[in-house]
């Protein structure tokens, strides 16, 4: 509003220049001024990078783009949609996404970025660390450290509802795990810069085996997978608990579990045949080859499975599937 005001200031004040016969040669430096001012104002109006934030169409991308995922698609859906509709939010939202290779982690930030920035994990307010890529070196740690807490500070400053995702979190060195911590607290001020309306979200396989030990114990007991929830078994808990004693963990040498700085711990249930299967038909969808469900059963059966005996759940998830697809489409190009 306070920009849209001094547009229409601007705006009189270069029909005035234009007006004055007495100051005809300061007029030719003041429109153009005046019309370079308007310019701007109007690109800042109208360059908002954020979509307006719409919970059913989050609702909806979750439930036809992710298979096997009832408790993501639930508390996903809450946990963001309450932070992004709240104008003063007490602290920044910390989402740690837990799981085994495959079961849609990466899927599910890309999901939350393309409902949330109009340019989607293409978004310059998007910034995405994988730990053995962005920092591999263990004796450059304090390099890494000060200019990860420059990156995010910067980024905030410039633009509060900024994302940051940490791929293999798990894997990262503790420092730069506690070099995120002041970001992450109730009302963080940081030098005068407020983090509350920014988004961190931990992708980690760490848990996996807590999560796959839940859900086994379901299946052998005949209950249905979907009456799983957070609190299931103690689930939640479970997970915190033993990514904070993993001895190689970097979780495990960081105060950021004991701080309760992460709103939610959310499992990733590992995916049964029947979902690897809906990934086989999304992926023959995206590669314009006509859906076959007979060929994607056979592409999902192909796929290893644990335990040895039971073979309930993919080892992979839903990971090399495309790979596997295109061995079995001769038409493939």
Request: hydrophobic share 40%; proline share 4%.
């Amino acid at each position: 509003m306070k920009a849209l005001h001094l547009l229409v200031v601007v705006y009189l004040l270069s029909n005035i220049t234009l007006a004055s016969d007495e100051c005809c040669s300061a007029s030719l430096i003041i429109v153009p001024v005046a019309v370079g001012l308007i310019g701007s104002l109007i690109y800042v109006l109208t360059s908002d990078p954020l979509l307006p934030f719409d919970s059913k169409r989050l609702q909806f991308d979750l439930r036809q783009s992710l298979y096997g995922q009832h408790i993501v698609c639930d508390v996903v859906l809450k946990a963001v949609s309450s932070f992004m509709t709240d104008s003063n939010p007490k602290k920044p939202l910390v989402l740690s996404f837990h799981g085994t290779t495959g079961v849609g982690k990466n899927h599910v930030a890309e999901i939350l970025t393309r409902n949330i920035y109009k340019e989607g994990e293409q978004s310059k307010h998007v910034y995405k660390f994988i730990s053995e890529h962005h920092f591999p070196h263990k004796e450059k740690v304090h390099i890494y450290r000060e200019n990860l807490k420059k990156e995010i500070y910067d980024a905030v400053k410039h633009f509060p509802r900024s994302m940051f995702i940490f791929d293999e979190m798990d894997k990262m060195h503790p420092q730069l795990i506690d070099a995120i911590k002041p970001f992450l607290d109730y009302n963080a001020y940081v030098d005068g810069v407020s983090f509350n309306k920014a988004i961190f979200i931990f992708l980690s396989n760490a848990g996996g085996n807590v999560i796959t030990e839940v859900a086994l114990d379901f299946w052998r007991e005949g209950k249905d997978r979907k009456k799983i929830r957070m609190n299931s078994k103690d689930l939640e808990n479970k997970i915190s608990e033993r990514i904070k004693n993993e001895k190689t963990g970097g979780f495990s040498h960081s105060s950021l579990i004991d701080r309760h700085l992460v709103d939610h711990y959310i499992p990733f249930l590992p995916l049964e045949l029947k979902h690897v299967c809906q990934c086989v038909m999304a992926e023959m969808f995206h590669l314009n080859i006509p859906q076959d469900i007979d060929l994607a059963d056979e592409v999902a059966r192909d796929m290893p499975y644990f335990p040895e005996k039971e073979k309930i759940f993919a080892v992979k998830g839903c990971k090399s599937v495309k790979q596997k697809l295109v061995l079995y489409t001769e038409e493939y190009e």
